[in-house]
């Protein structure tokens, strides 16, 4: 079958171009052909992903298929679906994202439920929250809509993603984040104390950078993803922070990568925080870690 747009006599149908495109990606390796193939097609259709299997004999125009063959081959270039489309799901909801930004992922999902859980059993009067790395704000839309008495401060050193996060922010109706540009290595938060600190900060060690999937080293910004040392210079520099700015028995979560969890537990008890609990991902690997700041310092 010739490829879309190459054959003026070639009559593309919704289920022909699913049916080409999924074979297309899968022969090329790619993971989630059909999946990939359909969202892109709904995409440029503007059609939910149930629709499409409701109009498999629609014909499409010859502008329509441009359109999708421009974005198949961004895919076919190893550019994440989700830049592609514009927006992913995080939590039931959709978050925008574009390529200032982290796209969102299940393991981060964890960090999301841990957070929340956390705020319900504290109770309304002590559900401050500080989040340090917002990037498209879906951790702190979460937060704000699962827990909607949490106040939560999101800072993010890159104005771009701030920007990102402010639309999506907007778009769900949160008045309860505050959004704040600070480096946590240099801008000080004014005295402010807060009852949780929660954060998935660039914990990719700058050896492992350059061996990550295209989709991430070649798309996704390095600056959310590395921290161009050995993996834990942010990590550090959060607990390090949590000494001041984390009120007694308040918590400190973290998302970490699937080798830190030794280091980082040490780190954390160094620093004096107790009740150390790991969170296990989908595949098993201890991925979000919680703790306390004690009562007395």
Same mark, same amino acid.
């Given at each position: 079958?010739?490829?879309?747009?190459?054959?003026?006599?070639?009559?593309?149908?919704?289920?022909?171009?699913?049916?080409?495109?999924?074979?297309?990606?899968?022969?090329?390796?790619?993971?989630? /052909?059909?999946l990939t193939?359909?969202l892109?097609?709904?995409?440029?259709?503007?059609?939910?992903?149930l629709?499409?299997?409701?109009?498999?004999?629609?014909?499409?125009?010859?502008?329509?298929?441009?359109r999708?063959?421009?974005?198949?081959?961004?895919?076919?270039?190893?550019?994440?679906?989700?830049?592609?489309?514009?927006?992913?799901?995080?939590?039931?909801?959709?978050?925008?994202?574009?390529?200032?930004?982290?796209?969102?992922?299940?393991?981060?999902?964890?960090?999301?439920?841990?957070?929340?859980?956390?705020?319900?059993?504290?109770?309304?009067?002590?559900?401050?929250?500080?989040?340090?790395?917002?990037?498209?704000?879906?951790?702190? $839309?979460?937060?704000?809509?699962? @827990?909607?008495t949490?106040?939560?401060l999101s800072?993010?050193?890159?104005?771009? #993603?701030?920007?990102?996060?402010?639309?999506?922010?907007?778009?769900?109706?949160?008045?309860? *984040?505050?959004?704040?540009?600070?480096?946590?290595?240099?801008?000080?938060?004014?005295?402010?104390?807060?009852?949780?600190? @929660?954060?998935?900060?660039?914990?990719?060690?700058?050896?492992?950078?350059?061996?990550?999937?295209?989709?991430?080293?070649?798309?996704?910004?390095?600056? #959310?993803?590395?921290?161009?040392?050995?993996?834990?210079?942010?990590?550090?520099? $959060?607990?390090?922070?949590?000494?001041?700015?984390?009120?007694?028995?308040? /918590?400190?979560?973290?998302?970490?990568?699937?080798?830190?969890?030794? #280091? @980082?537990?040490?780190?954390?008890?160094?620093?004096?925080?107790?009740? $150390?609990?790991?969170?296990?991902?989908?595949?098993?690997i201890?991925?979000?870690?919680?703790?306390?700041?004690?009562? *007395?310092?």
């Amino acid at each position: 079958m010739a490829q879309p747009g190459t054959d003026s006599a070639q009559q593309w149908t919704v289920l022909s171009l699913l049916q080409w495109g999924s074979d297309y990606l899968k022969a090329k390796g790619f993971d989630e /052909s059909r999946l990939t193939v359909d969202l892109i097609l709904a995409h440029v259709l503007s059609l939910p992903r149930l629709g499409l299997y409701l109009q498999f004999d629609r014909p499409l125009t010859a502008d329509e298929l441009l359109r999708f063959k421009a974005l198949f081959k961004r895919r076919l270039a190893h550019e994440p679906l989700q830049y592609i489309i514009g927006e992913t799901d995080f939590m039931g909801l959709r978050v925008r994202v574009t390529p200032d930004v982290l796209v969102p992922r299940p393991e981060t999902e964890l960090l999301a439920e841990r957070a929340i859980e956390d705020l319900k059993r504290r109770g309304p009067g002590s559900q401050s929250v500080l989040e340090i790395g917002t990037g498209s704000g879906n951790l702190a $839309i979460a937060i704000a809509r699962f @827990v909607p008495t949490a106040r939560v401060l999101s800072i993010d050193v890159s104005a771009p #993603a701030l920007a990102v996060a402010g639309e999506n922010l907007r778009s769900h109706g949160i008045t309860n *984040v505050d959004l704040q540009e600070a480096d946590v290595f240099s801008d000080g938060l004014g005295g402010r104390t807060f009852d949780m600190i @929660v954060s998935n900060p660039p914990y990719v060690s700058l050896a492992e950078y350059a061996e990550l999937e295209p989709e991430v080293r070649d798309f996704e910004p390095r600056l #959310a993803t590395t921290d161009e040392a050995d993996g834990l210079r942010v990590i550090r520099r $959060i607990v390090e922070l949590s000494d001041t700015a984390l009120d007694p028995g308040g /918590s400190l979560l973290l998302e970490v990568a699937y080798d830190q969890s030794r #280091a @980082v537990a040490q780190l954390l008890e160094q620093h004096g925080l107790r009740e $150390i609990q790991w969170h296990d991902d989908h595949a098993g690997i201890p991925r979000v870690v919680s703790a306390q700041r004690g009562a *007395v310092r």
